[in-house]
């Protein structure tokens, strides 16, 4: 209760009096990085609020999401489903999280996302993909009794550090060593996968089965041959489809996307949420469970205080629903494909532009170096400066000038990746190939606002330096 001279928490109050703080805050208190490298690009904006796949800034002005928070944003922002559960579960005023009793949601939730998920039998829900990808490690070293975990070249698991130790890029892990016991193989390397399994002490191998960082592609036939080799070695598989996962691809899964792959453990989240409350979840067959939990004693050996929280499993149900009822997957599959095919048309156009590449709606677009000598000169100059530096380029004038937000698909990488909300449509595609064409069309003459910024990311690379 609060008297007349005191009023209280008031959010709105808040944000009111000190949202325009925001960058000073975060430059004081938080990561004073982010917001140097966001002055630096002009991402500086503020944002005022968000529906579906839009932001609106202080004037009335949208910009387009092609990011959906790294994949969070899988049905947009505030879907109204989901934004009704989360009120519905606050109001029901649940004794949540007793931890000495079983509540109905997690059981409902866990229900449902199994349904999705032949060949899979039991869930464990934390709070993150990197949570995800560490409840799978686990359960894979305990259940094959082995230490090692094998992971692809350039793949991203997460930075906790078990699933630090299964990433592929060495810029996360430098300085964080010693991690656990690890072995890269490249993806789609079914010899060096049976070089390392032929040790016998391989527990697992983790696999994306389409990559972040590039946003490249198992092979075909690779993820139902390294199954077969991990087996016959008494080893699993783990599809981290963080990421790829609850419909981003156009199938449920990425990995069904190839007939006859079974993996033994599988790591969802990001989407899961409904980009409300955060959650993560691995699912894996019976007998993994049934090793790790073993008896009453070890009934609490693996568990997390706010995993299976209300909110987070009243969020899935409703992101769930909303998947079946409004056919999103299916849509993820038809407008992705449309965006990839208007983007690949291009690619005989421009010579910076050297390929277009993915499922559904995760899609790469990579460039490489150009023909003509006047833009061969410029795009040397730039990867001298530092590679990736051309994707950045194309990057900042999608958002400066056409109001689409995107992102460069992994450090020192001349590679963009689409991650839009799973409920964009043809408008979209539109609004995006015009943009992007405008871009291309900009980069191609040689001159303009767009080199001048290049020639600004050259000076700051070689300064770091």
């Known amino acids: 209760m609060t008297d007349g001279g005191n009023r209280g928490f008031d959010l709105a109050r808040l944000l009111a009096e000190r949202g325009a703080e925001r960058y000073d805050l975060h430059t004081r208190h938080l990561n004073h990085q982010l917001p140097r490298m966001l002055h630096t690009l002009g991402f500086d904006k503020v944002y005022e609020r968000a529906e579906g796949a839009y932001f609106w800034d ?3 002005d949208d910009y387009l999401d092609m990011l959906a928070g790294f994949g969070v944003m899988g049905l947009g922002r505030h879907h109204p489903v989901v934004r009704r559960a989360l009120h519905d579960v606050l109001d029901a005023r649940l004794a949540d999280l007793t931890r000495f009793d079983c509540q109905p949601l997690p059981g409902l939730l866990a229900e449902r996302l199994l349904a999705h998920s032949p060949h899979l ?3 464990f829900f934390g709070n993150s993909g990197t949570e995800a990808v560490e409840t799978a490690l686990k359960f894979a070293r305990y259940a094959t009794g082995k230490p090692r975990v094998l992971y692809c070249d350039h793949a991203f698991h997460g930075l906790t550090t078990g699933s630090l130790s299964v990433n592929g890029e060495r810029g996360f892990r430098d300085g964080f060593a010693p991690l656990l016991p690890d072995t890269a193989v490249p993806l789609g390397d079914l010899d060096a996968l049976r070089r390392e399994l032929k040790r016998g002490d391989v527990a697992a191998l983790v696999v994306e089965p389409i990559q972040g960082k590039g946003v ?8 139902r041959a390294a199954q077969e080799l991990l087996h016959r070695y008494k080893a699993l598989l783990i599809a981290d489809e963080v990421q790829t996962g609850l419909g981003r691809t156009g199938d449920f899964y990425a990995y069904q996307h190839e007939e006859g792959v079974e993996p033994d453990l599988v790591c969802v989240a990001k989407a899961l949420s409904g980009g409300y409350v955060p959650v993560g979840a691995t699912l894996g067959k019976d007998w993994i469970f049934r090793k790790v939990y073993s008896s009453m004693d070890r009934v609490l050996v693996h568990s997390a205080s706010f995993g299976s929280n209300a ?6 149900l409703a992101v769930l629903a909303v998947m079946e009822d409004e056919e999103i997957t299916a849509n993820a599959r038809r407008t992705g494909d449309l965006l990839r095919e208007r983007l690949a048309a291009l690619v005989d156009r421009y010579e910076l532009l050297h390929e277009v590449r993915g499922r559904g709606l995760m899609i790469g677009i990579e460039f490489g170096r150009p023909s003509s000598l006047k833009l061969r000169s410029r795009w040397t100059m730039l ?3 530092r590679k990736g530096l051309f994707a950045q380029m194309v990057v900042v004038p999608l958002l400066q000038k056409h109001r689409i937000l995107t992102q460069v698909s992994g450090d020192h990488l001349e590679v963009i990746k689409l991650i839009p909300p799973l409920i964009i449509g043809d408008a979209e595609v539109d609004r995006f190939v015009t943009a992007f064409t405008s871009v291309m069309d900009d980069a191609h003459s040689g001159g303009g606002l767009m080199w001048d ?6 000076r700051q690379a070689m300064a770091h330096r």
């Open 58 to 60: 202080a004037d009335g």
């Open 121 to 123: 039998d039991r869930v």
């Open 383 to 385: 990867q001298a400066a």
């Open 311 to 316: 909110q987070a499993m009243a969020a899935g």
């Open 216 to 223: 490249h592609a198992a092979p075909p036939g690779y993820l």
């Open 453 to 458: 910024f290049g020639r600004t990311l050259v």
